[in-house]
């Protein structure tokens, strides 16, 4: 994967060039910072976890061999931070009450025996927006650190699995797990807003 | 028909499918079929529509910051990570 850009090399950075240093953190600054908040660190948290991620990996550059991309590598270090903040780092195995509650919608024939209500409109008004962040605040940080991950940065599952050290089935069941409750949550705001 | 129906994946499939992989992760007559339940099932389909919409909303909210004080603190590391 290339570790290359116009601005600023990997190399340039084992040379601590403050040029290349600047333009390094420029690139990758405003999304790690995204990522810290999206998973519910507080700002004062968030610019903590991402200062201590640049100083770790400019630590650990001679052993960064180039398999991942620099930003890959950074969420990674990131995400790992977060965690230990936190103290939750939580793998997502195991039941989850959310399956059931889902399951229970269905009848024998997989047919909707309680179909889905809620918002249909497809525009994205203030209200319902404000609902979703709310529920995503409910979801575990492995979850969230995922659904940031794969819908936000658009990153590849395989990326998703290296930086959350997570299987790529343990991967699919979070994310499945995290749109399931999301929905389920802005369906009881929906009804309770009525 | 019949035979089509006994091919045609039920609304809990269709709802795991919406909410795992997606679409594109599925094989071509497989996705075939349930774009055909989508358009007959209101249901799933209003099921497909709020999963989207909660995606589209968390990519506006999780948006980059930006800012005065996001530059400030972009210096403040930078100064960091330059001082020996």
């Known amino acids: 994967m290339a570790t290359v850009t116009a601005r600023w090399s990997v190399e340039d950075l084992r040379a601590r060039k ?5 333009a390094m953190v420029d690139d990758n600054l405003p999304r790690l910072l995204a990522g810290a908040l999206a998973i519910g660190l507080s700002r004062a948290d968030a610019e903590e976890a991402v200062q201590e991620t640049f100083v770790a990996f400019l630590s650990a550059l001679d052993r960064f061999e180039g398999r991942s991309s620099v930003r890959t590598y950074l969420f990674g270090i990131l995400y790992h931070k977060a965690s230990n903040m936190r103290a939750k780092a939580r793998r997502e195995m195991g039941t989850d009450d959310i399956e059931a509650v889902v399951e229970a919608r269905f009848n024998e024939g997989g047919m909707w025996s309680r179909p889905p209500r809620g918002p249909e409109a497809m ?9 979703i962040e709310k529920c995503a605040q409910g979801l575990p940080d492995a979850q969230r650190a995922a659904f940031f991950l794969k819908e936000v940065e658009g990153e590849t599952p395989e990326a998703v699995c290296n930086i959350l050290g997570v299987s790529a089935t343990n991967l699919r069941v979070m994310l499945h797990r995290a ?11 929906w009804e309770k807003s009525k | 028909m019949k ?4 091919f045609m994946p039920n609304c809990r499939e269709v709802a795991k499918t919406l909410c795992g992989d997606g679409l ?6 497989r996705r075939l079929l349930i774009r ?8 799933c389909a209003r099921f497909g529509r709020q999963m989207d919409r909660i995606c589209e909303a968390l990519k506006a909210s999780w948006s980059e910051p930006r800012g005065e004080d996001v530059e400030a603190f972009k210096r ?8 020996p």
């Open chain 1, 123 to 131: 525009s994205l008004d203030a209200e319902l927006s404000r609902w």
């Open chain 2, 36 to 43: 055909l339940h989508l358009t007959q099932c209101e249901f």
């Open chain 2, 76 to 83: 403040r590391v930078i100064e960091r990570l330059n001082s």
């Open chain 1, 18 to 22: 403050p040029v290349a240093l600047t």
């Open chain 1, 179 to 189: 749109r399931l409750k999301l929905r389920e949550c802005l369906e009881h705001n």
């Open chain 2, 3 to 6: 035979l089509m129906m006994s």
């Open chain 2, 24 to 29: 594109a992760a599925e094989p071509w007559r």
